[in-house]
């Protein structure tokens, strides 16, 4: 037990080192810095609907996984995890919390 | 009894042994991960337990943030459905009976978007998403043992927070002015309850990057601390996070 989590601990440190390079956060970034111009150009292209809604959702989700995987080292802090169980598990609360705020949209929407 | 011929000198000498044995055994412990003299332990996970209690307090975040723009979107459709409509007392709420063309202009668009001014929002933004690069960078260089560059990102950060705050009480101020107010309409509540709880984030934040700045000119924040500054940077990165959603739901989907 002591020897596995002393290997955790290993990898876990060998990771930090697995950190991205300074160039990488700077091209993350400008790739950040491009989305939201892009988001904002594209409110104002005077689109209605879904024309409008989704490609700006589909946006803000990509910029929310490219901080979350580079900035906050989920990419790699993820893989110190090694955990199928845990990521399966992780997956599974976030398809749980989605079907509750879609359940609480409905409840409102349909006056439940 | 009369086989143990032990002298003070024999006692010393296993002292010494024992003390060296000692010493050695600490130098081998400092010699794994995170334990350079400031003493981090590690989940099975593979993770430090003060990085996963950051990742449980940031997912109960996740729940709260998830609640109030679940909230705001809510209040906003019946609001703007009411506005539409026609109803007095949602009109009196929003304009106060002073701002009559801003009302005007909302119920023409069936939208809250005419109360927004995007492009000083869209700066805003730009400022916080760019705090979370300095926040890594502050990161990267005191894994490195570069406390100079620690010092200037961190200060950096700091600002950049403190000007994405210091446009949030001028956009308030401009929105009371206009007539939304906390508890003119339900959009109003909805509103300022969510940014303002992002807001009171970022204060927090700024806190803990004022913190860390202090330590570090008091030579407390060294390269054995640079989780520390990684857990505060996972915080911030969150708040960038969460505004990336406001932004985009709040201000840019009318």
Same mark, same amino acid.
């Given at each position: ?6 290997? !955790?601990?290993? *990898?876990?440190?060998?990771? !930090? *080192? ?11 970034? #400008? ?7 892009? *988001? ?6 005077? #689109? ?11 946006? &803000?989700? #990509?910029?929310? &996984? ?5 900035? &906050? !080292? ?39 | ?10 006692? /010393? ?32 996970? @593979?993770? =430090? ?15 709260l943030f998830?609640a109030l723009i679940s909230t705001y979107?809510i209040s906003k459709?019946?609001?703007?459905? /009411?506005?539409?409509? @026609? ?12 701002? @009559? ?5 909302? %119920?023409?668009?069936? =939208?809250?978007?005419? %109360?927004?001014? %995007? ?51 001028? $956009?308030f101020?401009?929105?009371?002015? $206009?007539?939304?107010?906390y508890d003119?309409t339900v959009f109003g509540t909805a509103f300022y309850t969510l940014t303002g709880f992002h807001g009171a984030?970022?204060?927090? @934040?700024? %806190? ?7 330590? =570090? ?12 500054? /990684?857990?505060?940077?996972?915080? +911030? ?5 969460? +505004?990336?959603?406001i932004?985009?739901?709040v201000?840019?989907?009318?």
């Amino acid at each position: 037990m002591a020897t596995a989590t002393t290997d !955790h601990a290993v *990898e876990a440190h060998d990771d !930090h *080192e697995h950190h991205p390079t300074a160039r990488t956060y700077w091209i993350t970034f #400008l790739l950040l810095a491009v989305l939201t111009a892009i *988001e904002v150009a594209w409110s104002y292209l005077g #689109l209605e609907g879904l024309a409008l809604v989704a490609p700006l959702l589909i946006m &803000m989700v #990509l910029k929310f &996984m490219i901080v979350g995987g580079v900035f &906050m !080292h989920l990419q790699t802090d993820f893989k110190v995890l090694n955990g199928y169980w845990f990521t399966l598990a992780f997956g599974i609360a976030v398809v749980l919390a989605v079907c509750v705020y879609l359940v609480v949209f409905a409840a409102f929407n349909f006056n439940i | 009894m009369s086989d143990t011929n032990v002298t003070v000198d024999d006692i /010393e000498a296993a002292g010494t042994d024992a003390a060296a044995a000692i010493e050695t055994a600490a130098t081998d412990h400092a010699d794994l991960p995170g334990h350079g003299g400031h003493e981090e332990h590690y989940t099975s996970l @593979g993770l =430090s337990n003060m990085k996963l209690a950051m990742w449980l307090f940031l997912g109960s975040e996740c729940l709260l943030f998830g609640a109030l723009i679940s909230t705001y979107l809510i209040s906003k459709a019946r609001f703007v459905t /009411e506005l539409v409509a @026609g109803n007095p007392d949602v009109i009196a709420g929003i304009s106060n009976g002073e701002n @009559g063309e801003l009302v005007a202009e909302m %119920i023409s668009e069936a =939208s809250v978007e005419p %109360i927004f001014d %995007i492009p000083f929002t869209s700066l805003s933004s730009f400022i916080l998403l760019m705090s979370s690069l300095s926040m890594v960078l502050a990161h990267k260089a005191v894994s490195e043992g570069n406390y100079k560059n620690l010092r200037i990102w961190l200060s950096t950060t700091m600002l950049m927070g403190a000007t994405f705050m210091a446009g949030q009480v001028y $956009e308030f101020t401009t929105f009371f002015r $206009e007539g939304l107010t906390y508890d003119g309409t339900v959009f109003g509540t909805a509103f300022y309850t969510l940014t303002g709880f992002h807001g009171a984030h970022v204060t927090g @934040g700024l %806190i803990m990057l004022g913190s860390l700045i202090y330590l =570090s000119f008091k030579d407390k924040m060294q390269q054995d601390r640079a989780e520390t500054v /990684e857990l505060v940077g996972l915080y +911030w990165h969150f708040v960038d996070i969460v +505004w990336v959603l406001i932004f985009t739901i709040v201000y840019l989907i009318p």
